[in-house]
């Protein structure tokens, strides 16, 4: 069941509030926010980089007339996505968010220090990582 605009704005709202009193909470340094376009079916920029055991709050926006979603994480978590018949994602696990067309959503995500050089993102909807629709997170500090 696709979920009405409403539902999805408040969900955003909320996704916003919790990040702002997760920063403020940790007393640590502000999280980092990375804008990534979607936009004729890619990701905009295709790279990203970040530094191990940062807190980077993704906020996408989907300029596209149909739906996404990005999925971030390991090549285990893209092969289960794109085999997986999961097709909502509204924060519930870090990294991943559905983003309806026309919308924009956030979600927030700490790449641990020793963790892998590289992550992936990606959208899963049939068809699109095919078409290409993936980028790189590079985790590397300076
Ligand atoms: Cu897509």
């Given at each position: 069941m696709r979920p009405r605009p409403w539902q999805i704005?408040a969900v955003?709202?909320?996704?916003?509030?919790?990040?702002?009193?997760?920063?403020?909470?940790?007393?640590?340094?502000?999280?980092?926010?990375?804008?990534?376009?979607?936009?004729?079916?890619?990701?905009?920029?295709?790279?990203?980089?970040?530094?191990?055991?940062?807190?980077?709050?993704?906020?996408?926006?989907?300029?596209?007339?149909?739906d996404?979603?990005?999925?971030?994480?390991?090549?285990?978590?893209?092969?289960?996505?794109?085999?997986?018949r999961e097709r909502e994602h509204h924060?519930?696990?870090?990294?991943?968010?559905s983003?309806a067309?026309?919308?924009?959503?956030?979600?927030?995500?700490?790449?641990?220090?020793?963790?892998?050089?590289?992550?992936?993102?990606?959208?899963?909807?049939?068809?699109?990582?095919?078409?290409?629709?993936?980028?790189?997170?590079?985790?590397?500090?300076?």
């Amino acid at each position: 069941m696709r979920p009405r605009p409403w539902q999805i704005a408040a969900v955003v709202v909320v996704a916003l509030a919790g990040g702002l009193a997760a920063a403020h909470a940790a007393g640590g340094p502000a999280t980092r926010t990375v804008v990534v376009t979607m936009h004729h079916s890619r990701f905009q920029p295709e790279v990203v980089r970040v530094a191990p055991g940062s807190t980077v709050r993704f906020l996408l926006r989907n300029t596209d007339p149909i739906d996404h979603e990005f999925i971030l994480g390991d090549e285990d978590v893209q092969r289960r996505h794109e085999q997986g018949r999961e097709r909502e994602h509204h924060g519930e696990v870090p990294g991943e968010v559905s983003v309806a067309a026309g919308q924009q959503a956030a979600t927030t995500y700490t790449f641990p220090r020793g963790g892998p050089a590289s992550l992936q993102f990606a959208c899963h909807l049939p068809g699109h990582y095919a078409y290409g629709m993936r980028g790189v997170a590079l985790v590397s500090a300076g």
